[in-house]
């Protein structure tokens, strides 16, 4: 029996990122850091980047999930990591969906503020 790839963000997040358009169809694709991403009200939530989802999510959720082991800092310098941004590697797509989901509601709440 053949094996499975592992899941990548290169694969998942067209997907994930197809459902949550049709879901909410005032979002949009761009590009964020060249890489293809989601943004609402002009603001990214997240992005694939290699073989990762990268999200925008609260500093403490951000922090959980580096100490959980779920997530890496989000590093496109090297030691400067992006404040409010965490990756999460080799997603499949319902992880994908998950955490876009997650970044969408956040970052959502910031613009009503």
Known sequence: MPTQ???????????????????????????????????????F????SDDALVVKLP?????ELI?????????????RPMREWVTIPAPDEATCLRYLREARAFVTGLSRR
């Open 5 to 43: 790839p592992a899941p990548t963000a290169a694969t998942a997040f067209p997907a994930a990122a197809a459902q949550l358009l049709a879901e909410h169809p005032q979002d949009e694709e761009g590009r964020m850091l060249h890489a293809p991403g989601l943004r609402t009200g002009g603001k």
């Open 59 to 63: 500093a403490e959720r951000v922090a």
């Open 67 to 79: 100490a959980g082991g779920a997530g890496e800092p989000c590093s496109p310098r090297p030691g």
């Open 45 to 48: 939530y997240g992005f694939a």
